[in-house]
């Protein structure tokens, strides 16, 4: 009874996390991305975030149980690079112009 109960258990996280995968993947597209960090979105950059790093988790998981293919990972992969990426363009930028800023000082 307590393996029929792992089955199932196993079958459904494997059916939702493939969902949240394909739903989460389409916020690895610049535009949708995009579209999330601004005011009045339907989903934060920090709520996909949370729910990025807990479907991550979950299909790792899963990757030991699973008898079938995982799902395709290519837009939810981009996505984690983008929440990787989240704030480094700043950083980035910053340094950038401190480059110029010496460069035009003569250093």
């Known amino acids: 009874r307590e393996s029929l109960f ?44 949370q729910l990025a790093r807990r479907v991550d988790r ?6 030991v149980f699973r008898s079938d293919p995982p799902p395709d990972r290519r837009g939810f992969e981009a996505l984690r690079r983008r929440l990787a990426d989240l704030g480094i363009e700043a950083e980035m930028a ?11 000082d003569g250093d």
Request: no cysteine.
């Open 6 to 49: 792992q089955s199932e258990l196993v079958e459904a996280a494997d059916s939702l996390s493939a969902r949240m995968v394909d739903l989460l993947g389409a916020y690895g597209e610049a535009s949708a991305f995009a579209g999330a960090q601004q005011d009045g979105a339907s989903f934060s950059i920090e709520i996909i975030g």
């Open 58 to 63: 979950l299909e790792d998981i899963l990757d």
């Open 94 to 104: 910053e340094g950038r112009r401190d480059e110029t800023a010496d460069d035009e």
